[in-house]
C-alpha cells in the first residue's frame, strides 16, 4: 500500500472508493499531529484502508494503546506505534509505516 501525504488521498481516492468502504489513515493520529510535532493534518503521512480494518482494528488498536484524553510524550506515542504497526503480538506488521513516521519522531530526540 502506498505512502502520501494525508492531503493527496482527498483527490486520489475517486467518490465511488470512499462508497465503496475506503478510508485514509493518517499514520500518526491527527491528535498528535499539531500539538506534538507541528504538523498539518494534510501534510501527516496516510495510506488508504478498508474502513472496518481502518475503524476496527487500527484506531481501536491506536486508542486502547493512547487512550484519548491526556497527553503523551513523543517517546510514549512512538513506543505505541511500534507495539501496534509493527510485527509483535499486538502488531500489524506494518514496518513500512513505521519508517515513514519515524523521522518526525526522530528530530524530537526520540530513541528507537
Known sequence: REIRPYKEWGTLIPRGWKKAGLEAHHLIEERFAKRVFGLKSGN???????????QQEVT???????????NYTAQEIWNA?????????????????????????????VKR
Open 44 to 54: 501527516v503521512p496516510a495510506v488508504v484502508l478498508d474502513r472496518t480494518f481502518h
Open 60 to 70: 481501536a488498536r491506536l486508542f486502547r494503546a493512547l487512550p484519548p484524553g491526556r
Open 81 to 109: 506505534y511500534r507495539r501496534i504497526y509493527g510485527a509483535g503480538p499486538e502488531g500489524l506488521n506494518r514496518p513500512d509505516w513505521l519508517e515513514a513516521i519515524w523521522p518526525y519522531f526522530a528530530r524530537l530526540g
